[in-house]
């Protein structure tokens, strides 16, 4: 049983170090090519040719099975659809620091849909500890949180995020019981991903990629991006698979901690005692969602 747990913390250590990763890479590729949307289209190709050449070299088990069908396809509305575009637009609106926290909503919301749709049952530790990484965002971001007195629609706007993850979250739980092949999920959720953000990009005209802006430095951030994308997309899902709900949610939060560390260490910024608190005060409360 000890091993299994440890596996589970390999697993919500792995994802985050992907998620966290992520966004100042994304920074980097959006200096040069300002489109966010084009930049995911890439990772989302890439991605699917990169999943097509594992299953060439190591043939797979139902990767390819109609079962993934309905999930991926949910997946990618949800994410690509509602989550990510909704975040986008509300940095422009709100500080970033209360989008973070906001978004740290995710897996109490997680808990409390997955006890409506009886996906899982009532557990006071989880429980706790989801309220208790959300107290770890608090003092995280305490002194923006305070210092920010006009409130405005976008702050309800971005709640649409924290939801419709924390639907994507049950929703890839009942995927799970299948016992399906996580390639397989990734593989058809970047195909509908793809299409989508084709749609958009087509209806914006902004189908296409300046040649100036397919430098080698942009095209390897645009592989290393899709890595990242790819591997933490394997990881949560699998994690999804030998793991409770709620415990796989805080996947999300941790990615928050190491995406600061990481900002942190290309800056060189000091980092606060606040931080420190709020990461032991976050680490216990996953542990506690683990139980």
Known sequence: MTHIKYYQYILISLISLCWGIHPSISKLA?????????????????????????NTL?????????????????GSVLNYGIAIPVMTMTTK???ISHILFLIG???LLTYLIALMIRQSSVHRTRLIGSIITLLALLILFSND???????????LIILLTPLALAIL???IKAWAKHELHVVGLVFFQNVFSACLISLILFFTSHLYAPIKSLTPNFLTLILVLSILHLSGQLFFYRLMQVANIVFTSQAGNLSIIIGILWAIFIGHEVLSTSFFIAMATMLYGVYLTQE
């Open 30 to 54: 959006m200096e040069a090519h300002a489109n966010a949307y084009m930049i995911v289209l890439m990772q989302n190709i890439n991605i699917i040719f990169i999943s097509l050449l594992i």
């Open 58 to 74: 190591y043939p797979l088990p139902n990767i390819f099975d109609k079962k993934h069908i309905k999930y991926a396809l949910s």
């Open 93 to 95: 609106h709100i500080l």
């Open 105 to 107: 909503l995710a897996p």
């Open 145 to 155: 949180i305070v210092t920010q007195t006009q409130m405005s629609k976008w702050y």
């Open 169 to 171: 979250n049950n929703i």
